[in-house]
């Protein structure tokens, strides 16, 4: 069966600091992995998608970037956090062709930036 | 613009029946999915919708209508552990989902 994992559940991270954040899958091979954001009381943002190794699409213009170095893993970072990159993080792979799967999400990282 | 609307509250009592609508205007549409999340927690698939009808998985079901840009997701006797947020997402021409804000649902005893 396939399992996603993400790292850490939780973060405190001063301004300026630096981020990464690590999901990885397994059971499964080629997936699609994506990257959203929440925020309290709101829907899913998608930040970042990935249909194979070094393809990355990004939705939204911002200071977070993502990189997907091998197959399964799927990492988020930035250089410099600001006060608005708070948010619940979640990652999520779908199977490939993903006309009709659904997808399946990682536990989480809950950030919040002081 | 694409557009998810849910209502963004709802209240229920325990054993009761409740409904929850989501209208959506999407450039193409390639499937309309419900998630549950329970709060701390991520997204659970619940059902997945492409042709006009209703989809009936044990005390949930989901209907829709294309020609109307509208679904719901029905939950039939009520359980304390259904207190959670609906979220409803549409899959669209370029088959990337678009995400509703989500319906928080309260289950009273």
């Known amino acids: 069966s396939q399992t996603i994992h993400q790292w850490p559940a939780t973060l405190v991270q001063p301004v300026g600091s630096p981020l990464s954040l690590e999901c990885t899958v397994e059971?499964?091979?080629?997936?699609?992995l994506y990257w959203y954001r929440q925020a309290a009381g709101r829907g899913l943002q998608l930040l970042f998608y990935?249909?194979?190794?070094?393809?990355i699409s990004s939705e939204v213009p911002q200071n977070l970037s993502a990189s997907r170095p091998q197959d399964r893993q799927f990492i988020l970072s930035s250089k410099k956090l600001l006060l608005s990159d708070s948010g619940f993080y979640l990652c999520?792979?779908?199977?490939?062709?993903?006309?009709?799967?659904?997808?399946?999400f990682g536990p989480g990282t809950r950030l919040t930036v002081t | 613009g694409q557009n998810i609307d849910q209502p963004t509250e709802m209240t229920a009592t325990e054993g009761a029946i409740v409904q929850i609508n989501c209208t959506y205007q999407?450039?193409?549409?390639?499937?309309l999915f419900w998630y549950q999340q329970h709060a701390g927690e991520a997204p659970t698939f619940l059902s997945y919708?492409?042709l006009d009808g209703l989809e009936e998985k044990g005390r949930f079901s989901s209907f829709l209508s294309r020609s109307k840009g509208y679904s719901y997701l029905l939950l039939k006797e009520l359980q304390m552990k259904d207190s959670a947020s609906y979220l409803c997402?549409?899959?669209?021409?370029?088959?990337?989902?678009?995400w509703g804000a989500g319906t928080k649902l309260i289950i009273k005893p």
């Open positions: 997402a549409v899959r669209d021409s370029n088959y990337q989902l678009i």
């Open positions: 919708n492409v």
């Open positions: 999520a792979w779908s199977a490939i062709p993903d006309r009709a799967y659904e997808q399946y």
């Open positions: 059971g499964t091979s080629n997936p699609n």
């Open positions: 990935s249909v194979g190794i070094g393809q």
């Open positions: 999407t450039s193409g549409f390639n499937g």
